[in-house]
């Protein structure tokens, strides 16, 4: 072992040094050992200086007693200098010497190994596999081209499990192993690492670019803020990012069946108010003075304003009408009846109208003007609120309306403390009772969603007890665990009864009952197998639905012909539109107009999630300084990813 260079002792990459020590007893019989040892180690050092002529003649000589270790660095030095068949030529001279797998073991998986780059034959890469299974003591340099044979298979967990049992640190290679499994503590943990023991520069700039990636995939604002200040002052010379540049892109599969499992059986914040608004009902009158009688319909309590009440009877009579229309349609409908005079609740049923179509910020600006149009009413004010919080603005008057929602005077009492207490203090008491709010459904989803975030036992709820024709309680009902039932009988169970084709009440409607679905389908590997068409039907909130089938089979531009026909029929300005829209126009290729979406996005909806994909655009052409106050919040959309172009050949190279 004494001829072995501390060059190569040190280095993680040891292709240029196959188990050479495994020959040390047949050459040192040779009265010229010594000289053969000092010329292949000579010739290493050639192949690290990139002198692979050079090396080729020296490994040529050294051949002749050292044969198979020879002909791997002779092959190797061909594949680097690009003459593909001579490398092959010696590459195929171990394969076809089986003995070599014995002897030789390092070497012959490194031919298999590189005879896969050249010809992409996996078959090549199953022989790797089997030599491993069947040799229980590999060396280091064995394991480690197990390890890269296994990331050319993309089983990233099993290539780390083998690094981890390597003496060698390899601390790069197992920090993007971690951030393609998305365990980014860990990756943190080894790119701190690989940081520390890199004198290379460039090597050093890549880690850190890699790094900010990792920062922004797990959402740690604060360490990319640091690691951004770190890259600002390497600016000038700082080349990682036309190396390893930052791309937006349509990811279809950027959570996992688990993750989307997760999704649907416990609610994100958002999801918690879009099912709110799911259940909250539609208000029919703005004043306390009018009752309903049985035998005389809509009365007032005194004999003034008839003229109010003719106003309100005449809007409830259409608005029975446009109540049944599809929730694209009756949003443009009831904006229709919107003029100067209208009432607080005729705004309020249109703000719960646009939050069936994902269009929060209208859905906030209409729960404003019916909230400032009737103070008193505590329904419109906690809405207002919630609505809010759903785009992360911040209410000028916030503390005003939370005075009014803890008063004992105005309308909705109970609705108004119970939703504020879920939604905004937990901490406030409700001390108004429910009274006759106790037999409608919003009383009852209010309490399913206390219980569950309390973490009680939901399973015979009232709600999916009295309401199971609901969709959505039918869809909440049927992905709760039954209690004892294993995993095996729980999914099963799911995938027998998940609706796949009488299926019309999830593909349209409003948008939460829709989005659950998908979810549950996304959950279970369900997705390609639903029938996800209405050949009946063409509503708006199919077609959009439709639209997004479109994106995920890889049809793009079917997805943007759709898209952009709704948003001149309807106006669509939600969110959820432009951003599929976003996702059309990056699966296509169309970065620019891409950009200019986002854009737009950012300045029609003031969107946090449209300020953090500037931020990455921003952060990719360097301007650190003008990126950092884009990154205002986590980013949590489903469709639209990050990825650094070219870390896989990265991590396949190291």
Not at 299 to 323: C, D, R, T, W
Not at 347 to 375: G, V
Not at 403 to 415: E, H, P, V
Not at 486 to 507: E, G, K
């Amino acid at each position: 072992m004494l001829f072995i260079t501390d060059v190569f002792a040190n280095k993680n990459l040891i292709e240029s040094q196959p188990e050479i020590i495994f020959n040390y007893d047949k050459i040192k019989q040779k009265q010229d050992s010594f000289s053969l040892q000092f010329d292949f180690n000579k010739a290493v050092l050639m192949m690290e200086k990139e002198e692979y002529k050079k090396a080729i003649e020296i490994f040529k000589q050294t051949a002749t007693a050292i044969k198979i270790p020879s002909f791997l660095n002779i092959a190797i030095a061909y594949y680097k200098l690009g003459e593909i068949e001579n490398a092959k030529l010696y590459f195929n001279n171990i394969y076809n010497y089986k003995k070599a797998i014995y002897k030789n073991t390092f070497s012959y998986m490194s031919s298999c190994y590189y005879l896969y780059q050249i010809t992409k034959d996996t078959r090549y890469l199953d022989i790797i596999i089997d030599i491993a299974k069947k040799h229980k003591n590999l060396t280091e340099h064995s394991k480690r081209m197990l390890a890269d044979t296994l990331i050319l298979l993309k089983e990233y967990e099993k290539a780390l499990q083998i690094l981890n049992k390597m003496k060698f640190p390899l601390d790069l290679k197992k920090a993007l192993l971690h951030l393609k499994l998305k365990n980014y503590v860990q990756a943190e943990k080894y790119l701190k690492l690989a940081k520390a023991n890199s004198y290379n520069k460039n090597r050093f700039d890549k880690i850190l670019w890699i790094m900010v990636y990792r920062d922004l995939k797990a959402n740690e604002l604060e360490k990319l803020m640091d690691n951004i200040d770190v890259i600002n002052k390497r600016k000038n010379s700082f080349k990682a990012n036309l190396e390893l540049p930052l791309k937006l892109f349509f990811n279809k599969d950027k959570y996992s069946s688990k993750e989307y499992l997760e999704f649907v059986t416990s609610f994100t914040k958002k999801r918690e108010i879009d099912y709110i608004f799911y259940f909250a009902p539609f208000v029919f009158s703005d004043n306390q003075e009018i009752i309903y009688d049985i035998s005389k319909g809509f009365i007032f309590k005194s004999k003034q304003n008839i003229q109010s009440l003719e106003k309100m009877v005449e809007y409830n009579a259409k608005f029975i009408e446009i109540i049944k229309e599809d929730p694209i349609i009756r949003v443009n409908k009831l904006k229709s009846l919107i003029n100067t005079k209208s009432k607080s609740y005729v705004y309020y049923n249109l703000a719960l109208s646009y939050a069936h179509i994902y269009d929060f910020h209208n859905a906030y600006n209409y729960f404003e003007k019916a909230y400032k149009l009737n103070p008193g009413n505590k329904l419109f004010s906690v809405m207002t609120l919630i609505a809010a919080k759903r785009i992360d603005k911040k209410v000028p008057d916030i503390k005003y309306i939370k005075s009014n929602i803890k008063s004992d005077q105005g309308l909705y009492k109970y609705f108004g403390q119970a939703l504020f207490s879920l939604f905004l203090e937990p901490e406030t008491k409700v001390k108004e009772k429910p009274l006759y709010y106790e037999d409608t459904i919003f009383y009852t989803a209010i309490q399913f969603l206390k219980n569950k975030k309390d973490k009680k036992d939901i399973s015979s709820s009232v709600l999916f007890e009295e309401y199971n024709k609901d969709p959505f309680v039918y869809l909440m009902k049927l992905i709760q665990k039954r209690k004892n039932e294993s995993n095996f009988d729980y999914f099963s169970r799911l995938q027998d009864n998940v609706p796949l084709y009488i299926n019309d009440n999830f593909l349209e409607g409003p948008l939460v009952v829709t989005r659950y679905y998908i979810d549950i389908l996304k959950s279970l590997g369900l997705f390609y197998k639903a029938n996800l068409e209405l050949k009946a039907k063409s509503t708006p909130s199919f077609l959009r639905t439709e639209a997004l089938k479109e994106l995920y089979i890889g049809n793009s531009k079917k997805t943007l012909e759709i898209l952009n026909s709704l948003q001149q029929e309807y106006g669509l300005e939600d969110k959820y539109t432009m951003y599929l829209q976003v996702a059309a126009l990056l699966d296509q290729g169309r970065n620019n107009e891409a950009s200019i979406q986002i854009s737009l996005i950012k300045a029609v909806l003031n969107d946090h999630d449209a300020d953090f994909l500037t931020g990455v655009q921003l952060i990719q052409d360097l301007k650190l300084s003008s990126a950092k106050q884009y990154f205002k919040s986590k980013y949590l959309d489903s469709m639209i990813d990050i990825r650094l172009n070219g870390l896989d050949e990265f991590l396949e190279s190291l």
